[in-house]
């Protein structure tokens, strides 16, 4: 995962005062380029010693590794970005359309690129296994995440898995107490705070479900309440807020957890797959 999406990640569980710096960074990652510690210290009215702590909530020893670490991120991605303006920038009001085409293209080929780099194998591969075995999968999210949620509910309930997606949380937490062992429960949430999908979590795991997040936050609220944590890796700006910015990248994790499911019975898979399009055929003619 790149700096800045990291600091993007774990934006919410920041201090104040490091949410500052933070903030800094994401609205122009040049700063920590062109000024010393001091000055950025100054300018994010904090302390030196706070931004060598925050530096250390993202691995890095200090500030002068950030320094290393952004300058590198910051010359890769220019040059992925070639004519589109400034690093970081977000769509201008004086931006044509093809500059705005080309910028939102940028923007989510990068989100895409990300997850997949910090996706865990390991944990995608238990969801996998989770969902292949269980008596059903009921699916839940809120707003652009529910769409994901829905996304996931259609493809598997296209390939013979009992599953399940409900727009309303009432119904939602209703289905979740109506959980056993050997079911699973995904929640989806970009910043992972969303009280309704941690209510649903918490509630079909009370009861026995396997339970998933996919969060762009490893360290939310979400994440901690789920046996299984998927992670996507986007930024936000202010024309692409979470709920814009999760969506590709969210729909990419389902894509990889609907083919892992459906590998798992192959000729099942696709005899149901043949079955659903021919019916669904007869009513486009």
């Known amino acids: 995962m790149s700096i800045q999406s990291s600091i ?64 590198t991120e910051i010359g890769r991605e220019n040059a992925q970005r070639g ?7 977000d769509i201008l009001a004086e931006d044509g359309l093809a500059a705005m085409a080309a910028k ?11 997850t997949l780099a910090s996706l865990d194998i390991e944990h995608l591969e238990r969801v996998v296994d989770a969902i292949d075995t269980a008596g059903r999968s009921v699916t839940y999210g809120v707003g652009s995440s529910g769409s994901s949620a829905a996304d996931l509910q259609r493809k598997l309930f296209r390939i013979g898995r009992v599953a399940f997606t409900f ?17 699973v429960a995904v929640a989806f949430s970009h910043s992972g705070a969303t009280r309704e999908a941690l209510a649903f979590l918490a509630t079909a795991g009370k009861h026995g479900a396997r339970t998933v997040a996919v969060t762009n936050s490893a ?38 957890i609907f083919v892992g499911v459906a590998q798992r019975r192959y000729d099942q898979t696709v005899d149901a797959l043949k079955s659903t399009y021919a019916a669904a055929q007869e009513l486009r003619s």
Do not use: N, W
């Open 167 to 183: 727009d309303d949380p009432h119904d939602a937490v209703t289905a979740a107490a109506l959980s056993s062992p050997g079911d």
């Open 8 to 71: 993007q990640s774990r934006l919410d569980q920041f201090a104040p005062s490091m949410r500052r710096v933070a903030e800094a960074i994401l609205e122009r990652p040049q700063v920590v380029l062109e000024k010393t510690i001091s000055e950025l210290a100054s300018q994010c009215e904090t302390s030196e010693t706070t931004i060598v702590r925050f530096c250390r909530t993202l691995g890095l020893t200090g500030y002068v590794q950030l320094r290393l670490e952004l300058a």
């Open 104 to 114: 939102i293209a940028f923007t989510d080929t990068l989100g895409i690129e990300e």
């Open 219 to 256: 360290e939310s609220a979400l994440a901690r309440a789920a046996d299984i944590v998927l992670v996507t890796s986007v930024r936000e700006t202010q024309f692409r807020s979470g709920a814009m910015a999760s969506r590709i990248a969210q729909l990419m994790i389902v894509d990889c």
């Open 83 to 89: 004519e589109l303006g400034d690093h970081g920038a």
